[in-house]
């Protein structure tokens, strides 16, 4: 958890047993801020980072391979051709 009395990032485990957790209901920023004491854009820069990471699967890997097939379904949205003549 990030805030002023443990400064150190979330670990790996600590994002993936979070997402794990994750009902997607509700205030997720507010969950989010309460914590890890940091913004959604902080968080999620690096829940992706921690899923690239090669201790990931070991540590959750359902969780991770969960969060790598939604990063890649948004990322091809993101780059697919809108228009289709």
């Given amino acids: 958890m990030v805030n002023d009395k443990n400064p150190s990032p979330p670990t790996i485990s600590e994002l ?3 997402e794990a957790a994750e ?3 509700g205030n997720r920023e507010g969950r989010i801020r309460a914590r890890f004491g940091i913004s959604t854009s902080a968080y999620f820069q690096m829940l992706h980072r921690a899923i690239d990471h ?3 699967l070991a540590i959750d890997a359902t969780t991770t391979n969960r969060l790598r097939r939604l990063r890649d379904r948004r990322r091809a949205a ?3 051709p809108t228009f289709r003549p």
């Fill in 78 to 80: 993101r780059t697919s």
């Fill in 54 to 56: 090669p201790d990931a």
């Fill in 16 to 18: 993936l047993e979070f």
């Fill in 23 to 25: 009902t997607g209901a």
